[in-house]
């Protein structure tokens, strides 16, 4: 039951996109996203009058493939296809660095609503979310491409889309402050502003306002993200700080009433998200006990959304989270099967091998870790910036082994690959770890 609070913005949805258009939704395929061409999409908005919706994704991500498989297919966006023009940016292929330069893109999945007229960005999300928040994001994007969004939420959107966080926490803490909860902009105000304080690392303003907020929007999709954030907040105040203790406490009671709540309209990625957050506070308190516990109910959930998938890409969404609670439980062997399974049924997709290649690693059995990684390295889409963290894995893999000599040649050839990737796609810090571990080696 969503929350009377947010009735008039349902309302207002209900209206901005004819949502009673059964026979769209009834054929409804899936948005029609152009793949990789942002000089197309410009084209086409230009010439439609329309913006357009970007989804900055990379192929590993499973929140991005969470989207593309449960939300972006739901028949309830289907009466807005023709709103936009729909453009998704795989950030690791090297044509697309030009527009992560412009557009920043700090974590994945993220998206951006663009005015192709000045191709400047006028709504940045971060984060999943449920086809119904989808369609109040687009609903104020709407707005905000025909210039309808108040002045200075308009000035905050536009510094935190274009990745100025700190300038943007100062004009979205004025817009909270004087918000009416029942605005449409609310929850994104309260979420934009949770991101931007993460990235400035202010957890005490970020903790008060997690629980501040979540009491308001506790029956809503975004309470998953907001108990997630106000709990990571809490977990990394300094020990010394007196309210750290009650904090956590009170943040992990929330977080874990949403997490086993299944009247919220909160998808299944975002539960396992706010497991990772439950289990990182059991860490900060040193409970064992309680540490596995909550593992064990995670990996217990997503086997269960995993089983209930209704196709193998749809299942395969879970692979990354269910290989890390079961590495977590100290049991990888577990993950074999399913990663097998889904390496059987993607043939050309790296990231079954190269996860099996971490489980293997994981169950000190190199041989199979070695093939696996190498099996990986040889898909499609090695091209960018993910070969790094395959290649470094098989470093570790031989390093296990014991293959000195090999382990060397691994981390090298990372090191070109790395110094020689566009810019907006290398990670100088990255090459830097992987310089100072080949220089611990010693001479060859």
């Not at 008039?8 to 769209?24: G, R």
């Not at 590993?60 to 296809?81: E, G, N």
């Not at 502003?193 to 690392?201: C, D, E, N, P, Q």
């Not at 870790?369 to 470094?392: D, N, V």
Request: net charge negative.
């Amino acid at each position: 039951m969503r929350s009377l609070l947010r009735a008039p913005l349902l309302i207002a949805a209900a209206a901005l996109f004819s949502l009673s258009c059964a026979s769209a939704q009834a054929s409804f395929k899936g948005l029609p996203f152009i793949e990789d061409d942002f000089d197309a999409a410009v084209a086409q908005a230009k010439q439609k009058n329309v913006p357009i919706f970007v989804d900055a994704t990379a192929s590993w991500c499973h929140s991005c493939i969470s989207m593309r498989q449960y939300v972006f297919t739901d028949a309830k966006l289907a009466p807005i296809v023709d709103q936009f023009v729909w453009l998704e940016l795989d950030m690791e292929e090297p044509e697309n660095a030009v527009f992560r330069t412009k557009y920043p893109v700090e974590a994945f999945p993220t998206y951006f609503v663009i005015d192709g007229r000045s191709e400047k960005p006028l709504i940045r999300w971060v984060g999943g979310c449920s086809a119904d928040r989808v369609l109040e994001l687009l609903g104020e994007a709407k707005l905000a491409y025909k210039g309808e969004t108040p002045e200075r939420l308009a000035k905050a959107d536009a510094l935190y889309a274009e990745g100025k966080n700190d300038e943007s926490v100062t004009l979205y803490q004025e817009v909270f402050d004087t918000a009416d909860p029942r605005a449409p902009y609310y929850a994104r105000t309260v979420e934009s502003l949770l991101f931007a304080l993460s990235v400035k690392g202010d957890n005490e303003r970020g903790v008060k306002l997690a629980e501040q907020t979540l009491p308001i929007l506790r029956k809503e999709s975004c309470a998953g993200n907001i108990a997630a954030y106000g709990l990571d907040f809490a977990v990394s105040l300094p020990e010394d700080n007196p309210d750290r203790a009650k904090l956590m406490a009170d943040m992990e009671r929330q977080a874990y009433e949403i997490v086993k709540d299944t009247s919220l309209d909160l998808a299944a990625d975002d539960r396992s998200g706010l497991y990772i957050s439950l289990l990182g506070a059991r860490e900060a308190v040193h409970d064992d006990k309680g540490y596995k516990m909550i593992a064990q109910e995670w990996a217990t959930f997503l086997d269960g959304a995993a089983a209930a998938a209704p196709t193998p890409a749809a299942r395969a969404v879970f692979d990354s989270h269910r290989l890390s609670a079961y590495i977590e439980l100290g049991e990888p062997e577990k993950a074999i099967s399913f990663l097998r399974q889904s390496e059987s049924d993607f043939p050309d997709n790296y990231n079954p091998p190269a996860r099996l290649a971490i489980a293997y690693k994981e169950m000190k059995q190199w041989d199979d870790g070695i093939a696996a990684a190498e099996r990986a390295l040889s898909k499609p889409g090695m091209e960018g910036p993910r070969r790094l963290l395959i290649m470094q894995n098989l470093a570790d893999l031989y390093a296990g082994k014991g293959d000195k000599q090999a382990e060397r040649r691994t981390i090298e050839a990372a090191i070109a690959h790395g110094e020689a990737l566009r810019e907006g796609a290398r990670s100088d810090s990255r090459v830097a770890s992987l310089k100072k571990r080949l220089e611990a080696m010693g001479p060859a």
